[in-house]
């Protein structure tokens, strides 16, 4: 397993085509949500990713406070290829971004992961909300002091 993180200026072609391919695969695919995931934003984030040999199995974004909200870090587009879940991926990817930035981070987090994101230190801060045709709650997670 290898921990890659990179802002978006990094990022190699083929990486870049592994992102929008899990993108692709997980959220228009499986969840059947039509957007436009190339939203210019990329851009302006830090890109996590873990690997398996040579495959994109885990990913997610990060915003600096004052992007996405601003007191705040975010996380969005956590991603984890089908075949690769229930191994722990997005949990060590989610963690490392916690011990990296140290800092609160505030999601939009899909409802029904709710109690995972709680698992993880994160908790709620909204009603819940639909976004994208699907039921969604905001989530923040304070690091210890």
């Known amino acids: 397993m290898t921990l890659i993180h990179q802002p978006f200026e990094q990022l190699s072609v083929k990486t870049l085509y592994d992102i929008m391919n899990i993108r692709l695969t997980v959220f228009v695919e499986e969840q059947h949500i039509m957007y436009v995931d190339t939203d210019y934003k990329d851009h302006d984030a830090e890109h996590w990713m873990i690997y398996e040999e040579d495959k994109l199995v885990s990913y997610a ?3 600096k406070p ?3 909200y601003e007191n705040y870090y975010s ?5 984890t290829h089908k075949n690769a879940r229930r191994r722990g991926y997005a949990t060590t990817l989610l963690k490392s971004i916690q011990k990296h930035f140290q800092a609160p981070i505030k999601i939009s987090a899909q409802f029904y992961l709710k109690d995972y994101y709680q698992s993880l230190g994160f908790y709620p801060v909204s009603e819940p909300y639909i976004e994208e045709g699907i039921k969604h709650i905001s989530m923040i997670y304070k690091p210890e002091e």
């Open 66 to 68: 004052g992007i996405i």
């Open 75 to 79: 996380i969005g587009r956590v991603a």
């Open 61 to 63: 974004r990060v915003f």
